[in-house]
């Protein structure tokens, strides 16, 4: 089936520091990936939809200063924490979309973010 | 404002049995509903769906059930295996054609199956 790598599964930041992480299909090309963050014990919140090639489209309340998303290629989705703050510590989800499967989504296996 | 619930956060089963976990939503404009599967330290991965024309789907030991009166959806599993103990979330979207990623999620049932 389709995979999704998400890199880094784990890292640990001081507060004020920029965090990027990389959502990749490997083997299939996502026009369209998405970025999720769930607290403990909570549900996946959708925080934006990244479009490759344009603009990503935020969810209401999520700050897109805050939370910096980059689509340049076919398969390569990034996320950037800026100026992180304790707050930010969360699970940070991506998945991407595969015309091909019937559009099921697939999931990356998510990067806890700690910031102290 | 919680669209999507699960309300029981924990279920325990004996293996063999069967394992039911609900979920209600609140949006009657959600016509796509999923269940996903999670580990810990991994993604969720798609387990079974099921469209607003239906009220049942089957695959193989799960079987989800839409009660669109209620706004009520389960999903059975029948024999639960050990294997089976993992987060369960239950997801909607407005739209089938629409589905990928406008998912709004419960906030989950961690399955236990006890040999």
């Known amino acids: 089936g389709a995979v999704v790598s998400q890199h880094p599964s784990r890292v640990i930041c001081k507060s004020g520091t920029s965090v990027k992480i990389e959502c990749r299909s490997l083997?299939?090309?996502?026009?369209?990936m998405f970025w999720y963050r769930q607290f403990p014990k909570q549900s996946l919140m959708l925080m934006a939809t990244?479009?490759?090639?344009?603009?990503?489209?935020?969810e209401q309340g999520v700050e897109k200063d805050k939370f910096l998303i980059n689509h340049a290629s076919l398969t390569l989705s990034t996320l950037t924490v800026t100026s992180a703050h304790p707050e930010d510590s969360s699970f940070y989800i991506c998945?991407?979309?595969?015309?091909?499967?019937?559009?099921?989504?697939?999931f990356g296996s998510g990067t806890q973010l700690s910031v102290l | 404002d919680q669209q999507v619930k699960q309300n029981s956060p924990s279920l325990s089963v004996q293996e063999g049995r069967i394992s039911i976990l609900n979920c209600d939503y609140t949006?009657?404009?959600?016509?796509?509903f999923l269940w996903y599967k999670k580990y810990p330290a991994e993604g969720p991965t798609f387990l079974i769906s099921?469209?607003?024309?239906?009220d049942k789907n089957e695959d193989g030991r799960f079987t989800v059930f839409l009660n669109k009166s209620a706004k009520h959806l389960s999903l059975h599993i029948v024999p639960s295996q050990p294997g089976d103990s993992a987060v369960y979330f239950c997801?909607?979207?407005?739209?089938?054609?629409?589905?990928?990623?406008?998912?709004?999620f419960g906030q989950g049932t961690e399955l236990s199956v006890k040999p």
């Open positions: 083997d299939f090309q996502a026009t369209t």
């Open positions: 949006n009657s404009m959600f016509d796509y």
């Open positions: 099921i469209s607003s024309i239906k």
């Open positions: 998945s991407a979309r595969d015309y091909a499967a019937n559009e099921k989504l697939f």
């Open positions: 990244s479009n490759e090639g344009s603009k990503a489209t935020y």
């Open positions: 997801a909607a979207s407005p739209s089938f054609y629409n589905q990928g990623g406008k998912l709004i």
